[in-house]
């Protein structure tokens, strides 16, 4: 009989497992969960101490038959899945499978061969032949507070998505979901989004006097007050005041203060930093950074060395490091870097009072194998992901930076009268850990301006020479909308989620298109402005920020055996419930709103009104009757709860290179056969592409051509659906260039052919009387009569044979080659 069979969740990770363990051991997948709470139905008896009903997944029958029949032949079952809440609830019910008592569900029972337990649960922090080795002269029992802790989230989650949802399908669409965690994420966007939208731009003035000492170099200092009072500077009179009077002035160093400051290292990852260094410096997204930290987890193949895994667990919140890899990355500094860059003892950092004690940092399994070593047996994408997390943990064991920081404040002198003027600057006086890593950051801060300005040798008393005056308006900004990064340190600081569970936040509320991205900038839809709106207002405890928070920390107490889960769930649904129960009465139905405007429709001069309908809400003509055939249809879009696309941190965006959210390259504009689109440089190995309406803004190019309507320019727009000719002035004036073909309407004899734009993105050719005259021809029409069925007009074709003049009479059989016809221009296949 075998040794052992050893379950872990990937084929990868079995992989290299099995390489460590050698002859006698059986390493299988179960795929990830094998178990789960039903789809057709809640799962969860609430009325029975929240009684859980599990069912093998639909699919993994066959998975579960391999492996029953693999354990039936081995002495011991080795449950090795990840070192986490999740691994564990999968450890636990493949012991519910797997074990004698799998008929007997409800209670767990041992399975004992020959005195000790048949059934082991195994963790590592790293898959390295020493980490798997020590695991398995160490198996324990199954962790029942994880598996609680585990089941907890779950039962939450299926509680408020399964009673929740069918509320957004009754009175907004259906399709719609709510979730625990995804609407207060959602909710941070859509606040922030308002508080833009809300935001008054205030403008002040900054006044910088460009001076030179008795030693190069000049310098700029900016103006603070009068005397040792702070003075802000309102407006433009106020500055010409300032200004003049300094014209006079005598300029006289006040005082020169010097320190030396130091810059600690950073600690090295947990699961949200490596999420935002890696958004903001490689431009990966969290889901694309965390499946490429899996790959190194799990193992890579290195040549003679075979498959080996280069990180450590990368679902963490701890920044604890083994004693062994402290001890290696430190030989290695002392001997690569030199010991002027090594502290006399291993740097520590403070834990989060929730970080789990038994997990390490991110990190490399080993320290001495730097990214050039490893680089020609990595994808691009992976070396950039490995490089970043061996370098911030080599920089995480170095000595600080240090910093000789200088600050100069001076008078500028008229009479007894004297304005105050400052500047600082920063010189590099040892690199320390930046030798190795520098931290990304949101934006520059005062520590860039200081390193920009380079000082001069001065001292207290010494004249000064103004050369330049330089005062400038500014105005405040509002709030930048969240990017992936920024979100992921909001959720992390309010405590809401987990690190494990952000990319999956992130990934839903996407595709249940909440949010768009825009110059990769969140941005909420309308569906998910009303979508909150309506859950907020309804669920006033469920969907609040601190108790979101709140109940993650009772999870946390959960695993540590502090709090039984379902006392926890108990108290939720305490809430839960009179909050369900008031959203049933209370919720308005968006499905049948009809909110009165101002405006007047453009058909018939009736009053429109606003209505929702299967793409969100519009204007129609509130004389519309649905039992009147005759009675006016006219709609249109509604712009009102459209994002302000112009705002600084879009157009800023806007303005720079897009970035592949896959690999990182440039995105660059092409042209398909549906028009124009972007797509990743790095074709054929990435295939990224996205259509112009799901991100980066496309500028407005201007044209010399007036607007027939109201005069002002033309510009060329690219909406949905490709480019379109309209006036620089909408929404005052709304007019948009038909493209006429020249044709007169076969149909209604009055209007004019047009070329127009499918939602799909085909073109076809209609009547410019629609909706009126509803004439369409997928061909493009020509003024020329059928010369065998007397058919009024001929259309253009192609087909296989080549492009042809055809008669649109299915009865005639008219057809003639069209050696002068211009083909649609092809897009790649593989980038369709």
Excluded at 516 to 540: A, H, M, Q, R, S
Excluded at 691 to 702: A, E, T
């Amino acid at each position: 009989m075998a040794k052992g069979l050893v379950i872990v969740e990937s084929p990868a990770k079995a992989k290299t497992i099995q390489k460590y363990l050698g002859k006698g051991f059986t390493v299988e997948a179960s795929l990830g969960h094998v178990k789960d709470l039903p789809k057709s139905t809640l799962g969860v008896d609430i009325d029975n101490d929240f009684e859980t009903e599990y069912i093998v997944i639909p699919g993994k029958e066959k998975v579960v038959a391999k492996l029953k029949k693999l354990a039936s032949g081995v002495d011991t079952i080795y449950l090795a899945p990840d070192p986490d809440r999740e691994g564990e609830a999968i450890a636990a019910h493949l012991a519910e499978e797997l074990g004698d008592g799998a008929k007997k569900k409800k209670k767990k029972k041992k399975d004992e061969v020959n005195g000790h337990e048949r059934i082991r649960r195994v963790t590592f922090n790293e898959i390295t032949q020493r980490a798997v080795k020590e695991a398995f002269e160490r198996p324990r029992d199954i962790d029942r507070h994880l598996v609680d802790a585990q089941q907890a989230r779950r039962v939450l989650d299926r509680i408020v998505g399964y009673q929740v949802s069918p509320l957004l399908w009754d009175k907004v669409r259906r399709g719609l979901s709510a979730g625990r965690v995804q609407t207060v994420a959602l909710r941070l966007i859509v606040e922030r989004e308002r508080e833009i939208k809300a935001f008054e731009k205030k403008e002040y003035w900054t006044i910088d006097a460009h001076l030179a000492g008795p030693k190069p170099p000049a310098f700029d200092a900016r103006f603070l007050g009068k005397g040792e009072e702070k003075i802000e500077v309102p407006n433009e009179e106020e500055s010409q005041k300032i200004t003049s009077a300094l014209e006079k002035a005598d300029w006289v160093v006040r005082t020169v203060e010097k320190k030396e400051r130091r810059r600690n290292a950073t600690p090295p990852f947990t699961t949200s930093k490596l999420q935002q260094d890696a958004s903001r410096k490689l431009r990966f997204s969290v889901k694309r950074a965390m499946m490429i930290a899996q790959r190194l987890y799990e193992g890579v193949e290195l040549g003679d060395e075979g498959l080996v895994g280069l990180i450590t667990y990368m679902r963490t919140d701890s920044t604890r490091v083994a004693p062994e890899a402290l001890t290696e990355v430190r030989e290695y500094i002392g001997q690569n870097y030199g010991p002027q860059y090594l502290p006399e003892s291993p740097n520590t950092y403070k834990e989060k009072k929730e970080a789990q004690a038994a997990h390490e940092a991110i990190r490399p399994t080993s320290a001495l194998r730097h990214p050039d070593q490893v680089k020609q047996y990595l994808k691009e994408d992976e070396l950039k992901v490995y490089t970043l997390i061996w370098q911030r943990f080599i920089a995480s064991q170095m000595n600080p930076a240090v910093f000789d920081q200088t600050t100069i404040d001076i008078d500028a002198k008229m009479g007894t009268d004297a304005f105050w003027f400052r500047v600082t600057g920063s010189v590099e006086k040892f690199d320390g850990f930046l030798k190795v890593y520098k931290e990304s950051k949101e934006g520059k801060d005062e520590e860039d301006e200081e390193l920009k300005h380079k000082l001069p040798a001065l001292e207290a008393g010494q004249k000064l020479t103004l050369r330049e005056l330089k005062p400038e308006q500014h105005f405040t900004e509002p709030p930048p909308r969240y990017n992936e990064a920024s979100l992921v340190k909001e959720l992390e600081e309010r405590g809401i989620g987990r690190p494990s569970t952000y990319s999956a936040i992130l990934s839903t509320i996407q595709e249940r298109q909440y949010v768009t991205k825009t110059g990769g900038k969140f941005i909420p839809t309308e569906i998910g402005l009303v979508v909150t709106d309506l859950l907020v207002e309804n669920f006033t405890d469920i969907f609040d920020i601190q108790y979101t928070a709140r109940l993650e920390e009772e999870l946390d107490e959960i695993e540590e055996g502090k709090e039984g889960w379902t006392d926890a769930l108990a108290d939720f649904y305490k809430k839960f419930e009179k909050d369900l129960r008031y959203a049933q009465k209370h919720m308005e139905n968006i499905k049948r709103m009809e909110k009165p405007t101002d405006e007047k429709c453009e058909r018939c001069g009736s009053p429109l009104v606003i209505k929702w309908g299967k793409h969100g809400s519009f204007y129609a003509c509130s004389a519309y009757d649905k039992e009147d055939l005759n009675s006016c249809t006219f709609t249109k879009e509604n712009p009102i709860n459209l994002p302000d696309l112009d705002s600084a941190d879009v157009q800023e965006t806007g303005a720079a290179d897009e970035y592949c959210e896959n690999c990182g390259r440039i995105m660059v504009l092409k042209r398909g056969r549906f028009g124009q689109f972007m797509a990743c440089t790095g074709y054929p190995d990435c295939k990224t592409t996205r259509r112009l309406d799901q991100g980066k803004k496309v500028p407005d190019i201007p044209l010399d051509e007036k607007c027939p309507k109201c005069d002002r320019n033309m510009v060329i727009r690219h909406g949905r659906y490709g480019e379109f000719t309209s006036c620089s002035g909408y929404p005052d004036c709304k007019y948009v260039k038909q493209n006429y073909i020249g044709v007169k309407c076969p149909l209604c004899k009055d209007g004019d052919l047009v070329e127009k734009k499918a939602r799909k993105g085909n073109t076809f050719y209609g009547c410019s009387n629609y909706p009126k005259c509803k004439f369409t021809s997928a061909g493009k029409p020509l003024a020329e009569k059928c010369p065998s069925c007397g058919s009024e007009y001929l259309v253009e074709k192609y087909l296989k044979s080549g492009p042809v003049i055809a008669c649109p009479n299915k009865e005639c059989d008219y057809e003639r080659p069209n050696p002068d016809a211009t083909p649609p221009q092809q897009q790649p296949a593989a980038q369709a």
